[in-house]
């Protein structure tokens, strides 16, 4: 695909708001000395840190530190779109995928034409690798529907219909080496399984025997070449994954140990819209329903005279928005993001969901001068935002009518989400609620946390330029413990 390259859109801020560490009160003496002494190790030297803490009882600085500096974000940035999602939506709503069609249904049976697959930006359709193992399951839903209205045979097409969204499916200054697996699949108005493939490899019963490969779902849309092979016992697993660029084949090479625990990943797809339509068709003919011509995707307008055959409805906001932020989805975001633009201007792409973030930055009174949004998951290594504007979001969103939806969304420390193995046992486990952010380079978290004192703060705490990300997120965790005391 072709990759244009663009500027950060800079989002203009509010006049007369205040700067951030000029405005930043002097905060208890032991607080500043006992991060600065986090932040100052001698291993993280290279590290450009930017940190703020505020109470969120009186919004008051209690530390600051490069907060009103420009720094790489990585998935901290799914704060700013998620936030701005349930601002927009709310937590009850929720996203239709249809199944619709122009043409007559005939006394035999058939429908006299093309069914469409309308996708409105749903990107939990199927589940995808936090689901629940049965993603085909809204597709035989939606099939024994028609089977119940008397469709036998579709004399046409299954166009899967992507209309909805414009523009390029990745992100400008996505890396090359994130576009074969799942965390950079391409982004579609109609979305399938994240887009993606599951594939479990196990090893054969003995050494030499080719590796047993288990992908799911099943498609004749895709396929795996392996020549992955089994190993003596005790042997180290290497596997190596590769997609052809442009093209749905997979290649998986090396070799897993005989007694080892099967390898799982997850492989992106070319051409969302095209793999949901084919699985759609695929489920028809098993449940007896054929179809003529295949299937096609398109963008165009839709027909006049659209009747609607089937639908699936997606999981509520609130429960979207969990799964964006616990489990840290790109696609799921990039998906908001572009439904946030469709709200607002009429036209779901990036460029107007980044018009409609910053309009909700800006209602918010959230500071955003140094602010440079690329795209909405934090994958892009173009995207810089300030510690401060983050810590003002997040003070912002805990006095917002969503703002239970927001927190019950974030990984809780030794619990849950990216943070389920993080800070247990320390102060923080359980009473510590951040966004984490990795990327190279990059390490960031951003939440809330509850004192020992019963106190709650907002923080953003963010590393850029640091060598050893080990010793990146060993500091962020004991930034979070000291937070918590």
Known sequence: MERRPGLPLL??????????????????????????????????????????????????ILYARNSGKAFRPASTLKLVTTAAALDAFGPAARLRTTVETASRLDGEGRILGDVFLVGRGDPTLGGGRYGDGQPLR???EMADALRAAGVA?????????????????????????????????????????DNSVGLKVAPGEQPTDPAVLEPVPPSSYYRVASTVTTAPPGSKTELQLT?????????????????????????ALEDPARFAATAFLEVLETRGVRVKDGVATSSAPLPAG???????????????????????RNLHAEALLRLLGARLTGEG???????????FLRRLGVTTEAWGLEDGSGLSRSNVVTPGGLAQLLVAMDRHPHAAAFRDSLPVAGADGTLKTRM???????????????????SALAGYVTTSRGERLAFAALANGHVNPTEALDALDALGALLAR
């Open 138 to 140: 809204p597709f035989e």
């Open 424 to 442: 247990r046992g320390t102060r923080a486990e359980g009473r510590l609620l951040a966004k984490t952010g990795t990327l190279a380079l990059v």
């Open 306 to 328: 659209l009747r609607e055959l089937a639908a699936h409805e997606s999981p509520p906001m609130a429960e979207l928005v969990r799964s964006v932020n616990k489990e840290s």
């Open 349 to 359: 792409s990036v460029a107007a969901g980044r018009i409609a973030v910053g309009e």
């Open 153 to 193: 045979r579709i004399e046409g097409r299954i166009v899967g219909h992507e209309g909805l969204f414009t523009g390029e499916r990745r992100g400008n200054d996505w890396g090359w080496e994130d576009l074969a697996w799942s965390y950079g699949a391409e982004v579609s108005a109609l979305s399938f399984n």
């Open 243 to 267: 997609r052809d660029a442009g093209t749905s084949l997979i290649r998986l090479s090396g070799s897993i140990a005989v007694g080892e625990e099967p390898w799982q990943g997850w492989a």
């Open 11 to 60: 989002i203009a801020a509010c006049a007369g708001l205040l700067a951030f560490a000029a405005a930043a009160e002097p905060g208890p003496a032991s607080l500043r000395s006992d991060l600065d002494a986090i932040l100052d190790r001698p291993a993280l030297s290279s590290a450009f840190w930017g940190v703020e803490v505020r109470s969120l009882k009186t919004g008051r």
